[in-house]
């Protein structure tokens, strides 16, 4: 039986949480849709093992949660016969709602952490595309009503999401809808209307597809900016705990964080004595101990992009010592310029590059590590390199 929500959701878009992986080393084992299924169960009951047969899935950082409105295991075969498992889950609280997708090695494709509301699932074969749908229908203020859809591409060697927007808004005596009109290889065409006249009536969008990026984008987003604006401007005094941010979603299960040590970011100028430029959906945990690839732990600051399955980490190190004495890889490598750059050459680990920088001005010296997705590191390649010449350190 389906349960009421009992969080209103404000602003939506909290994360953009889609891990694109290319094609996995498979391995010999195969599962089927029962036995992922029983993993699934395993894994929101707070099994790690079954956590780690997921590719952690579930985050057992928060409290455990079984108590999920809707739990689908489904499947999915492309053009030329591989097959996908699809696994939805759906909570009352969304920051346990889930959207995964497995080869039957139960090698992961790709993960979603941003879906809202009541989900539903469906596969889809549109002009040669095969795709899921999942619809949100959730509540915002106690009083909108808000719709939204997402189109992931499958094909054998990876999935992503490719499409998404607002497709209804219901605000007291008025009803707005966005529809597709039409869905090619190279475009979607939206529709946009409503019971009462407004600013949107009548109009059309055009979403074009970036095959670099790999999505259906439009350059206004007309429906999207007009629902997001609908709900910023509508008062209305909610009696259910709203999410608006990621600091009220942890609050939700009992967590209480400063909202700057997890957050977006831009241009950093650290506290530490230096800044980093960072592009989009990249988060700051600030302060937390560093242990990966280093003989010891250290302090330091920590950057994680799920996006593009990377992190990097930044560490001061004092301005005498050295990085080797942190690290058993040799910096091989350095430029000189306003500071020193010692680096190493890019190291295989797993599923993973990893290249150490050290960078060292006066007395100062700083050790950063980046770690990126081995399946999607060329395609973010010039991302790294201008994270990396964007550090500077402070006067």
């Given at each position: 039986?389906?349960?009421?929500?009992?969080?209103?959701?404000?602003?939506?878009?909290?994360?953009?949480?889609?891990?694109?992986?290319?094609?996995?080393?498979?391995?010999?084992?195969?599962?089927?849709?029962?036995s992922?299924?029983?993993?699934?169960?395993?894994?929101?009951?707070?099994?790690?093992?079954?956590?780690?047969?997921?590719?952690?899935?579930?985050?057992?950082?928060?409290?455990?949660?079984?108590?999920?409105?809707?739990?689908?295991?489904?499947?999915?075969?492309?053009?030329?016969?591989?097959?996908?498992?699809?696994?939805?889950?759906?909570?009352?609280?969304?920051?346990?709602?889930?959207?995964?997708?497995?080869?039957?090695?139960?090698?992961?494709?790709?993960?979603?952490?941003?879906?809202?509301?009541?989900?539903?699932?469906?596969?889809?074969s549109?002009?040669?595309?095969?795709?899921?749908?999942?619809?949100?229908?959730?509540?915002?203020?106690?009083?909108?009503?808000?719709?939204?859809?997402?189109?992931?591409?499958?094909?054998?060697?990876?999935a992503?999401?490719?499409?998404?927007?607002?497709?209804?808004?219901?605000?007291?005596?008025?009803?707005?809808?966005?529809?597709?009109s039409?869905?090619?290889e190279?475009?979607?065409?939206?529709?946009?209307?409503?019971?009462?006249?407004?600013?949107?009536?009548?109009?059309?969008?055009?979403?074009?597809?970036?095959?670099?990026?790999?999505?259906?984008s439009?350059?206004?987003?007309?429906?999207?900016?007009f629902?997001?604006?609908?709900?910023?401007?509508?008062?209305?005094?909610?009696?259910?705990?709203?999410?608006?941010?990621?600091?009220?979603?942890?609050?939700?299960?009992?967590?209480?964080?400063?909202?700057?040590?997890?957050?977006?970011?831009?241009?950093?100028?650290?506290?530490?004595?230096?800044?980093?430029?960072?592009?989009?959906?990249?988060?700051?945990?600030?302060?937390?101990?560093?242990?990966?690839?280093?003989?010891?732990?250290?302090?330091?600051?920590?950057?994680?992009?799920?996006?593009i399955?990377?992190?990097?980490?930044?560490?001061?190190?004092?301005?005498?010592?050295?990085?080797?004495?942190?690290?058993?890889?040799k910096?091989?490598?350095?430029?000189?310029?306003?500071?020193?750059?010692?680096?190493?050459?890019?190291?295989?680990?797993?599923?993973?590059?990893?290249?150490?920088?050290?960078y060292?001005?006066?007395?100062?010296?700083?050790?950063?590590?980046?770690?990126?997705?081995?399946?999607?590191?060329?395609?973010?390649?010039?991302?790294?390199?201008?994270?990396?010449?964007?550090?500077?350190?402070?006067?």
């Amino acid at each position: 039986m389906k349960k009421h929500a009992t969080y209103s959701v404000i602003f939506v878009l909290l994360f953009c949480g889609c891990n694109i992986l290319n094609k996995p080393k498979p391995t010999a084992f195969s599962y089927n849709t029962a036995s992922v299924q029983n993993i699934v169960l395993r894994a929101i009951s707070g099994d790690t093992s079954a956590n780690q047969k997921l590719n952690n899935l579930v985050d057992l950082n928060i409290p455990v949660n079984t108590d999920y409105n809707k739990l689908i295991s489904d499947s999915l075969i492309t053009k030329s016969k591989k097959k996908f498992f699809i696994v939805l889950l759906n909570y009352p609280n969304p920051i346990y709602n889930r959207l995964a997708v497995y080869d039957t090695a139960l090698n992961l494709y790709l993960v979603d952490k941003s879906l809202n509301g009541y989900l539903s699932e469906s596969a889809l074969s549109l002009n040669g595309k095969r795709l899921i749908k999942i619809s949100e229908s959730f509540i915002s203020k106690d009083v909108l009503q808000v719709n939204r859809i997402s189109l992931y591409e499958i094909n054998d060697s990876s999935a992503n999401l490719c499409f998404r927007t607002f497709t209804r808004l219901v605000v007291p005596g008025s009803v707005f809808t966005q529809g597709i009109s039409e869905f090619s290889e190279d475009r979607i065409t939206t529709e946009l209307s409503g019971t009462k006249a407004s600013s949107i009536s009548g109009m059309n969008d055009i979403f074009t597809f970036n095959r670099r990026k790999k999505e259906y984008s439009s350059n206004g987003k007309v429906f999207d900016n007009f629902v997001l604006e609908r709900i910023k401007n509508f008062v209305n005094y909610s009696d259910k705990p709203e999410i608006i941010d990621k600091k009220t979603l942890y609050a939700s299960v009992g967590i209480d964080i400063d909202i700057d040590t997890i957050k977006n970011t831009g241009n950093i100028k650290s506290n530490e004595g230096y800044t980093l430029t960072l592009s989009d959906n990249w988060k700051t945990l600030k302060g937390i101990t560093v242990t990966d690839f280093l003989k010891s732990s250290l302090k330091g600051t920590k950057y994680i992009n799920d996006v593009i399955g990377a992190n990097i980490s930044v560490i001061a190190l004092p301005g005498s010592d050295s990085t080797e004495n942190y690290v058993d890889y040799k910096l091989t490598n350095s430029t000189v310029g306003k500071y020193r750059v010692r680096y190493s050459e890019k190291i295989i680990s797993k599923n993973n590059f990893v290249q150490f920088f050290e960078y060292s001005w006066g007395t100062k010296k700083y050790l950063l590590i980046l770690t990126a997705s081995r399946y999607t590191y060329d395609q973010y390649k010039n991302d790294f390199n201008n994270i990396i010449n964007s550090f500077s350190m402070n006067n």
